[in-house]
């Protein structure tokens, strides 16, 4: 391994350049359970290539293909974040990942749902309702990191709520129960939309926020591995599942034969369940 004596910066995908900090990468291994002679893999590798101004995105790829070939388990749960970004072009695909988690938290869901609001209709893209609250989640899916949803966004849903809020209010709907506005996103939120979201009291969610249960350690929490994340279906493959509903690892298990009918192959399918069944466990 290099001796790194002076400082490397590399490219973020905003394009700002940062100082090098192996420990966040090791950080991200250990989290994908990545094992100690992975690591040590992954650093000399690394280190290998290392120069200034190198992207992140390089070094993740590095990282990546090493965990492919000793560990699938370990790199489907390393490439989570780069598997969101693959359910698009559609962030329909996202909708349907942000109710299966809230699902899984015990809400009863509906994606895609119309609400009456005081002065208009809205399309809610995510409805979650327990016996304490309901729910409602507007999505901002971005194609590329390094997009940031800011306040204009959240000054923008904040008046849909407000809208809703207004009707729910004047017909007396939900008497006993908590009503909160929820926006989730893929990337992350700029200070403005943060700050603005905190004191008109809506929560959100990005990817590392809030600390305590932002996009990443919820998913992480689950079962719920997407099926984006599987290097033995192909980009075709993938998108004609995320068409029909099939989002999850777990999708691929259990709806065999929904997948076969829609003419992906069943030797193909059946290396599919197999990687799924890794990751997942």
């Given at each position: 391994?290099k001796?790194?004596?002076?400082?490397?910066?590399?490219?973020?995908?905003?394009?700002e350049?940062?100082?090098?900090?192996?420990?966040k990468?090791?950080?991200?291994?250990?989290r994908?359970?990545?094992?100690?002679?992975?690591?040590?893999?992954?650093?000399?590798?690394?280190?290998?290539?290392?120069?200034?101004?190198?992207?992140?995105?390089?070094?993740y790829q590095?990282?990546?293909n090493?965990?492919?070939?000793?560990?699938?388990?370990a790199a489907?749960?390393?490439?989570?974040?780069?598997?969101?970004?693959?359910?698009?072009?559609?962030?329909y695909?996202?909708?349907?990942?942000?109710?299966?988690?809230?699902?899984?938290?015990?809400?009863?869901?509906e994606v895609?749902k119309?609400?009456?609001?005081?002065c208009?209709?809205?399309?809610?893209?995510?409805?979650?309702?327990n016996?304490?609250?309901?729910?409602?989640v507007?999505?901002?899916?971005?194609?590329?990191?390094?997009r940031?949803?800011?306040?204009?966004?959240?000054l923008?849903?904040?008046?849909?709520?407000?809208?809703?809020?207004?009707?729910?209010?004047?017909?007396?709907?939900?008497?006993?129960?908590?009503?909160?506005?929820f926006?989730?996103?893929?990337?992350?939120?700029t200070?403005?939309?943060?700050?603005?979201?905190?004191?008109?009291?809506?929560?959100?969610?990005?990817?590392?926020?809030?600390?305590?249960?932002?996009?990443?350690?919820?998913?992480?929490?689950?079962?719920?591995?997407?099926?984006?994340?599987?290097?033995?279906?192909?980009?075709?493959?993938?998108?004609?599942?995320?068409?029909?509903?099939?989002?999850?690892?777990?999708?691929?298990?259990e709806k065999k034969?929904?997948?076969?009918?829609?003419?992906i192959?069943?030797?193909?399918?059946n290396?599919?369940?197999k990687?799924?069944?890794i990751?997942?466990?």
């Amino acid at each position: 391994m290099k001796n790194i004596v002076s400082v490397i910066f590399v490219k973020k995908n905003s394009g700002e350049l940062v100082p090098f900090e192996f420990h966040k990468l090791r950080k991200a291994l250990k989290r994908a359970g990545a094992t100690q002679n992975d690591l040590l893999r992954v650093e000399n590798e690394v280190f290998e290539q290392l120069y200034d101004g190198i992207s992140t995105k390089r070094i993740y790829q590095i990282a990546y293909n090493i965990l492919r070939t000793h560990s699938k388990n370990a790199a489907g749960r390393y490439r989570l974040k780069k598997a969101i970004f693959d359910l698009g072009p559609s962030g329909y695909p996202f909708e349907k990942l942000m109710g299966r988690l809230f699902l899984n938290d015990g809400y009863k869901v509906e994606v895609g749902k119309i609400v009456q609001g005081q002065c208009i209709t809205h399309e809610v893209d995510v409805v979650a309702e327990n016996d304490t609250e309901i729910i409602m989640v507007e999505c901002k899916f971005h194609h590329q990191q390094g997009r940031k949803s800011d306040v204009k966004v959240a000054l923008y849903i904040k008046s849909r709520f407000d809208d809703i809020k207004a009707q729910i209010k004047k017909e007396g709907l939900y008497p006993n129960k908590k009503f909160r506005g929820f926006i989730a996103t893929n990337t992350r939120f700029t200070d403005d939309a943060r700050a603005y979201a905190t004191c008109s009291n809506i929560s959100l969610i990005s990817w590392d926020y809030p600390v305590d249960k932002n996009l990443q350690t919820w998913l992480e929490g689950t079962s719920y591995h997407l099926i984006t994340a599987l290097s033995t279906a192909t980009k075709r493959d993938k998108q004609l599942l995320l068409e029909n509903d099939i989002v999850l690892c777990r999708d691929v298990i259990e709806k065999k034969k929904e997948i076969l009918d829609l003419g992906i192959q069943e030797i193909k399918l059946n290396k599919m369940v197999k990687e799924a069944k890794i990751i997942i466990n």
